[in-house]
T-cell receptor, first 110, second 113 residues
Framework: DAKTTQPPSMDCAEGRAANLPCNHS???????VYWYRQIHSQGPQYIIH???NNETNEMASLIITEDRKSSTLILPHATLRDTAVYYC???????????FGTGTRLQVTL | KAGVTQTPRYLIKTRGQQVTLSCSPI?????VSWYQQTPGQGLQFLFE???????NKGNFPGRFSGRQFSNSRSEMNVSTLELGDSALYLC????????????FGPGTRLLVL
């Protein structure tokens, strides 16, 4: 799996968009970008994934650069409940294990 | 549809004992993976089972083992517990061996004294 790099922490005001960056400059053509988050002491929660195109679901949007070397997870209107550690993972669709890095600790404040 | 369930949620053991943790995947999911999470090492992959066969294994000693039953439920066992085995053990299920979207359970928090 390609290595990913994320900032260790970010702050965001409630109601504003949270933009979480991820660098995956060594990603290969068959690797997807996955995002999970882990709220304190709970199991990680799947958010979204993509290969080349931008993706959107009810939780978030994923913007992948054209060269696929980086991506941004966007939470359009962050709430206090979005405070969590966010993990960006690059992996193939046939691999069975996820390699978690240290993630970004997002703190949403009033 | 019910999510991934893990039992027990909390467990206290002493060094040298053994422990068995249980995981029930989402109905219809056939792949189960196990992860260990500690403050020092973060989330680390233990092993993955599909159709009752271990398909992938992480870098853990042989004291850590697992199995999967015909109904896709899985158990993991840790023998001769060490203090460093204190961790949150997470189980994740996915639809098939080729489905990367994994759905995690709440975890079992193990404390070894």
């Amino acid at each position: 799996d390609a290595k990913t790099t994320q900032p260790p922490s970010m702050d965001c005001a409630e109601g504003r968009a949270a933009n979480l960056p991820c660098n995956h400059s060594t990603i290969s053509g068959n690797e997807y970008v996955y995002w999970y988050r882990q709220i304190h002491s709970q199991g990680p929660q799947y958010i979204i994934h993509g290969l080349k195109n931008n993706e959107t679901n009810e939780m978030a949007s994923l913007i992948i650069t054209e060269d696929r070397k980086s991506s941004t997870l966007i939470l359009p209107h962050a709430t206090l409940r979005d405070t969590a550690v966010y993990y960006c993972i690059a992996c193939t669709g046939t691999a069975s294990k996820l390699t978690f890095g240290t993630g970004t600790r997002l703190q949403v404040t009033l | 549809k019910a999510g991934v369930t893990q039992t027990p949620r909390y467990l206290i053991k002493t060094r040298g004992q053994q422990v068995t943790l249980s995981c029930s995947p989402i109905s219809g999911h056939r792949s189960v993976s196990w992860y260990q999470q500690t403050p020092g090492q973060g989330l680390q992959f233990l092993f993955e089972y599909f159709s009752e066969t271990q398909r992938n294994k992480g870098n853990f000693p042989g004291r850590f083992s697992g199995r999967q039953f015909s109904n896709s439920r899985s158990e993991m066992n840790v023998s001769t517990l060490e203090l460093g085995d204190s961790a949150l053990y997470l189980c994740a299920s996915s639809l098939s061996q080729h489905q990367e979207t994994q759905y995690f359970g709440p975890g079992t928090r193990l404390l070894v004294l």
